[in-house]
């Protein structure tokens, strides 16, 4: 059983930047691709950003891209995620995932774990 752990959300003001982190640990080895997803009140939880763990291959919603870069530590078994000019409508509960070969990437439906969240507020 993975256990992943998010931190580093919190309140910020509009333009500011944030680094979220998501610690992983148990199972027997780290997953195919761990992703960034969020969810902000009354709306769906979409895809943010990932990334392939064996090469170091990102991706990025078009919301984020230009603005956030994502990365991973495999001896620590980290996911980082570093935003900046953050806006008001990035306000969610953000969340890391992780999942096996199959299945989009960009499809929730497709990881099997998933950690706890951490809120992010964009607000002045």
């Known amino acids: 059983q993975v256990h992943l752990a998010e931190s580093g959300g919190g309140l910020v003001q509009p333009g500011a930047s944030l680094r979220l982190s998501c610690a992983a640990s148990g199972g027997a080895r780290s997953g195919y691709y761990m992703g960034w997803f969020r969810q902000a009140p009354g709306k769906e939880r979409e895809f943010v950003s990932g990334?392939?763990?064996?090469?170091?291959?990102?991706d990025y919603a078009d919301f984020m891209k230009g603005r956030s870069t994502v990365s991973r530590d495999i001896a620590a078994r980290t996911m980082t995620f570093q935003m900046s000019s953050l806006k008001p409508e990035d306000t969610a509960v953000y969340y890391c995932?992780?999942?096996?070969?199959?299945?989009?990437?960009?499809?929730?439906?497709?990881?099997?774990?998933w950690g706890r969240g951490t809120q992010v507020t964009v607000s002045s």
């Open positions: 990334i392939r763990w064996r090469d170091g291959t990102t």
């Open positions: 995932a992780q999942k096996g070969f199959d299945g989009s990437v960009f499809d929730q439906e497709a990881y099997n774990y």
